[in-house]
């Protein structure tokens, strides 16, 4: 909505409007370019023009999409994944992924979800099973080793400091 009006205000037109995606009639001039870029991060958002930081934007909601707001995980393999959803080899995505982002797409996926994993915790619907099982882990071993080499603390601590600081705010 906020790209779309501030094109609007600059008088281009786009054609199509996706998540994270713009393509507008005719050509956008210098200043225009500027503007758009600078009244983009009034907003949190940043324009970007070269295609492999554009691929990467598109890769790391695809990630996101999966993990934070599918109801589960995909049956397929998270590489299998992202190539059918972007429509590339994944060996290309993964080399560009890396070269601009320092990381690879998988310590992305397990940082976002080891971030699944605490908001799960936080919620205290699911037991560590449960939330094994939902993310997809082979045992709740391997998601509580995960989580401590990214946390440094294991999920149990994690809940248990949760329930002090509930306990902290009860008691102020």
Same mark, same amino acid.
């Given at each position: ?14 054609? =199509? ?6 393509? #507008? /009639? *005719? ?16 907003? *949190? ?14 890769? @790391? ?14 049956? #397929? !393999? ?18 560009? /992924?890396?070269?601009? @982002?320092?990381? $690879?797409?998988?310590? /992305? ?17 699911? !037991?560590? $099973?449960?939330?094994?099982? @939902?993310?997809?882990?082979? =045992?709740?071993?391997?998601? =509580?080793?995960? /989580?401590?080499?990214?946390? *440094? ?14 306990? $902290?705010?009860? *008691?102020?």
């Amino acid at each position: 909505m906020v790209v779309a009006e501030e094109l609007k205000k600059l008088g281009i037109e786009n054609t =199509s409007l996706d998540l994270g995606v713009v393509d #507008v /009639f *005719g050509k956008i001039t210098p200043e225009q370019h500027d503007e758009i870029g600078k009244n983009l991060l009034k907003y *949190g958002l940043e324009l970007l023009d070269d295609k492999k930081s554009i691929l990467v934007e598109r890769i @790391k909601v695809a990630i996101i999409e999966m993990i934070h707001h599918a109801d589960e995980l995909p049956k #397929v !393999n998270f590489s299998e994944y992202i190539s059918l959803k972007l429509d590339y080899d994944y060996t290309y995505l993964a080399n560009t /992924f890396s070269e601009i @982002k320092g990381i $690879t797409i998988q310590q /992305f996926i397990i940082f976002h979800k080891i971030e699944k994993v605490k908001e799960l915790l936080l919620y205290d619907e699911l !037991n560590l $099973t449960q939330i094994s099982y @939902k993310l997809d882990y082979s =045992s709740v071993a391997h998601l =509580s080793n995960q /989580f401590k080499k990214i946390t *440094g603390l294991s999920p149990s601590y994690f809940k248990q400091l949760k329930r002090k600081r509930e306990e $902290t705010m009860k *008691g102020s």
